[in-house]
Structure formats: C-alpha cells, structure tokens
Nanobody, 120 residues
Framework: QLVQSGGGSVQPGESLKLSCTAI????????MGWYRQVPGKRRELAAT???????DYGDSVTGRFTISRDSAKNTVYLQMNSLKPEDTAVYYC????????????????WGQGSQVTVAS
C-alpha cells in the first residue's frame, strides 16, 4: 500500500529525490515520512510530515534534506541534497496513524525500501 520510487547511486555532493505514494485505504493517513537503515544498525528517522504540514527531521539530515507532501496525489517526497557517504542506506517510506487507527487498519505501514548509495 506504499509504493516507493527513486534512489540509486550518486557521488558526494550530488542530489537525489525519493517519492512514496499511499494507495487505497491509507491514502489520507496522518503522517508519512522516511526512515533509513544500514546493516547492523537500527532504523533511524530521516524526515516525517503530517497532513497538517508539521515536519520533523533527523539531526544528521537537517539542512540538507527536505520533505514535502502532495495530498492530492497521496505522495510524499524526500529531496536529498549535498549527499554524503554516511547517507548511504536503505530508505523506507513509513505511513502511520497518530491516533487510534480505523478498524482493520494497522498503526503503521512500510514501503519496500530504496537503496541510496553515496560514493566517489
């Protein structure tokens, strides 16, 4: 129900853009965003945005990444600029309810993951 696109391999200093579309019954879910994970480490916050436009960024990406949401398309974007080798990770789209989810819904959902590799 979350379809991701984007990702790939770039050199340090370059940019990439990820997108994630919520399909079906979760299309108006409260919060959508991105988490990232490298092997052997726990998943960490990159950025989230609510339907009201409130955003939150992980400390390591603040000032370089920008999250946005197109409610008409049920899509969230992550613009990643000034990429660094330490940004290399699998990026997972996340959608979650901030309050009690509707009957039959899970509290949150995850996308399939997109590999981002930053190397010279």
């Amino acid at each position: 129900q979350l379809v991701q696109s984007g990702g790939g391999s770039v050199q340090p200093g370059e940019s990439l853009k990820l997108s994630c579309t919520a399909i079906g019954e979760i299309s108006n879910i409260d919060s959508m965003g991105w988490y990232r994970q490298v092997p052997g480490k726990r998943r960490e916050l990159a950025a989230t945005i609510t339907t009201g436009g409130s955003v939150d960024y992980g400390d390591s990406v603040t000032g370089r990444f920008t999250i946005s949401r197109d409610s008409a398309k049920n899509t969230v974007y992550l613009q990643m600029n000034s990429l660094k080798p330490e940004d290399t990770a699998v990026y997972y789209c996340n959608a979650k309810y901030l309050k009690q989810p509707p009957p039959g819904h899970r509290p949150d959902y995850w996308g399939q993951g997109s590999q981002v590799t930053v190397a010279s």
